[in-house]
C-alpha cells in the first residue's frame, strides 16, 4: 500500500531547528530547509508527502495551496490550524494509503489514532531521514570503492604478500 505523511510544518520547525522566535527571519529559511530535506526524503522513499503550515492567525487568509520540488505545501486558512486541515484530509486518503502524520501534538495524535492513521514523532521521522541519508551515503562509497582499481582497494598487508608471491613464482 502506498504512504502518505502529513507533517505539521511549524511543529516540526519548532522540533528540529533552532529559533529565537517564530517571528524570526529564520523561519523562512527554515521552511526552505525542511521542504528540501522532505523532498529528498520522499524520493528515496517513494511516498507522497504533504506539508501543512499554520497561518490560522493571518487575518483575511485564505488556503494557499504549492508544490515545491514535488512536495505539497498547504498555508491554512484563517482560523484553521494545521491539525485541523490533517484531520479533515485523513478520510479522504485512509482507503488508498497508509496515513502517517509527523506531529509531537498529544492531542493531535490521539484525534489521528481515532482516524485510523498512524503518528510519526518529530524524533522518529528525523531518525529515519538520517538512516536514509547515511544508507545513501554508504551505498556511494562503495560505489567509489568499486570503481577504484584493484591496487587502490587492496591493504599494504595483501600488497606484501601478493608481491612476495610473485617474486617466489617468477
Not at 3 to 22: Q, R
Not at 40 to 65: C, N, S
Request: aromatic share 12%; charged share 35%.
Amino acid at each position: 500500500m502506498k504512504e502518505i505523511l502529513f507533517v505539521d510544518g511549524y511543529n516540526i520547525i519548532n522540533a528540529w531547528f533552532k529559533l529565537n522566535s517564530p517571528y524570526d527571519y529564520e523561519l523562512e529559511t527554515a521552511r526552505i530547509k525542511l521542504l528540501e530535506i522532505l523532498s529528498q526524503y520522499q524520493a528515496v522513499k517513494d511516498i507522497k508527502i504533504i506539508v501543512v503550515f499554520d497561518a490560522y492567525k493571518v487575518k483575511g487568509g485564505r488556503e494557499f495551496r504549492d508544490k515545491v520540488d514535488g512536495i505539497d505545501v498547504v498555508f491554512t486558512k484563517e482560523g484553521e490550524t494545521a491539525d485541523n486541515f490533517i484531520e479533515r484530509c485523513i478520510a479522504s486518503y485512509k482507503d488508498e494509503f497508509r496515513v502517517r502524520v509527523a506531529t509531537s501534538d498529544w492531542m493531535e495524535q490521539q484525534i489521528i489514532f481515532a482516524q485510523g492513521a498512524e503518528r510519526i514523532t518529530p524524533r522518529e521521522l528525523k531518525n529515519e531521514i538520517v538512516e536514509m541519508f547515511n544508507t545513501i551515503e554508504k551505498y556511494r562509497e562503495n560505489t567509489f570503492k568499486r570503481k577504484q582499481p584493484l591496487e587502490l582497494r587492496l591493504s599494504t598487508k595483501v600488497k606484501e604478500a601478493l608481491e612476495e608471491w610473485r617474486k617466489k613464482h617468477d
